[in-house]
Protein backbone atom coordinates (compact mmCIF):
# COMPACT_ATOMS: atom_id res chain seq x y z
CA UNK A 1 0.00 0.00 0.00
CA UNK A 2 1.57 3.12 -1.01
CA UNK A 3 2.07 5.99 1.68
CA UNK A 4 3.47 8.75 -0.43
CA UNK A 5 6.66 9.70 -2.19
CA UNK A 6 9.53 11.33 -1.36
CA UNK A 7 11.79 14.17 -3.08
CA UNK A 8 13.20 12.86 -6.32
CA UNK A 9 16.95 11.42 -5.92
CA UNK A 10 19.73 12.23 -8.32
CA UNK A 11 22.25 9.75 -8.88
CA UNK A 12 25.82 10.10 -9.64
CA UNK A 13 25.12 9.64 -13.21
CA UNK A 14 22.16 11.95 -13.07
CA UNK A 15 19.37 9.93 -13.17
CA UNK A 16 16.05 11.03 -11.31
CA UNK A 17 14.57 7.96 -9.18
CA UNK A 18 11.36 9.16 -7.70
CA UNK A 19 11.14 6.95 -4.25
CA UNK A 20 7.83 5.29 -3.20
CA UNK A 21 7.36 4.49 -0.05
CA UNK A 22 4.88 1.62 1.48
CA UNK A 23 3.85 -0.78 2.88
CA UNK A 24 4.04 -4.48 2.18
CA UNK A 25 1.66 -7.75 3.70
CA UNK A 26 3.76 -10.58 5.55
CA UNK A 27 3.85 -13.47 2.96
CA UNK A 28 4.65 -10.82 0.02
CA UNK A 29 6.71 -12.06 -2.96
CA UNK A 30 9.12 -10.34 -4.68
CA UNK A 31 10.03 -11.38 -8.60
CA UNK A 32 13.44 -9.64 -8.82
CA UNK A 33 14.94 -9.27 -12.38
CA UNK A 34 18.02 -11.23 -12.09
CA UNK A 35 19.67 -8.82 -14.94
CA UNK A 36 18.95 -6.06 -12.57
CA UNK A 37 18.93 -7.60 -9.17
CA UNK A 38 21.64 -10.02 -7.29
CA UNK A 39 20.06 -10.34 -4.10
CA UNK A 40 17.45 -9.16 -1.92
CA UNK A 41 17.22 -8.91 1.73
CA UNK A 42 15.04 -7.07 4.49
CA UNK A 43 16.55 -4.53 7.28
CA UNK A 44 14.47 -3.26 9.85
CA UNK A 45 13.24 0.20 9.97
CA UNK A 46 14.63 0.67 13.48
CA UNK A 47 17.86 -0.41 11.89
CA UNK A 48 17.64 2.35 8.92
CA UNK A 49 16.16 5.28 10.25
CA UNK A 50 19.36 5.04 13.27
CA UNK A 51 22.04 7.12 12.38
CA UNK A 52 24.40 5.83 13.53
CA UNK A 53 24.14 3.09 10.93
CA UNK A 54 24.89 5.75 7.88
CA UNK A 55 28.42 5.85 6.93
CA UNK A 56 30.20 7.80 5.06
CA UNK A 57 32.32 6.26 2.82
CA UNK A 58 34.30 7.86 -0.81
CA UNK A 59 36.29 5.82 -3.22
CA UNK A 60 38.24 7.12 -6.26
CA UNK A 61 35.88 7.35 -9.14
CA UNK A 62 36.46 8.60 -13.00
CA UNK A 63 39.73 10.60 -11.64
CA UNK A 64 38.38 12.27 -8.56
CA UNK A 65 36.75 11.25 -5.46
CA UNK A 66 33.38 10.15 -5.09
CA UNK A 67 31.22 10.32 -1.64
CA UNK A 68 28.37 7.94 -0.58
CA UNK A 69 26.47 6.54 2.38
CA UNK A 70 26.98 2.75 3.39
CA UNK A 71 24.72 0.66 5.89
CA UNK A 72 25.87 -2.27 6.83
CA UNK A 73 23.15 -5.22 7.30
CA UNK A 74 24.15 -8.62 8.29
CA UNK A 75 27.10 -9.03 6.10
CA UNK A 76 25.33 -7.30 3.34
CA UNK A 77 26.07 -3.95 2.07
CA UNK A 78 23.07 -1.19 0.99
CA UNK A 79 24.69 1.74 -0.77
CA UNK A 80 24.79 3.88 -3.27
CA UNK A 81 21.35 5.10 -4.62
CA UNK A 82 19.19 3.09 -2.18
CA UNK A 83 21.44 4.12 0.79
CA UNK A 84 20.84 7.76 -0.10
CA UNK A 85 17.59 7.44 -0.78
CA UNK A 86 17.28 5.82 2.84
CA UNK A 87 19.44 8.58 3.92
CA UNK A 88 16.96 11.52 2.46
CA UNK A 89 14.00 9.48 4.16
CA UNK A 90 15.59 10.15 7.31
CA UNK A 91 16.49 13.60 7.00
CA UNK A 92 12.87 14.29 5.80
CA UNK A 93 11.67 12.67 9.14
CA UNK A 94 13.93 12.94 11.81
CA UNK A 95 16.93 15.39 10.66
Not at 45 to 59: C, K, T, Y
Not at 68 to 82: D, L
Amino acid sequence: TPIGAIEAYRTVTNYAITPIVGLVETGFRLSPDPREVADVFEAPVAFLMDPANHERRSRAWQGGERSFYVMPWEGRFIWGATAGMIKTLYDRHYG
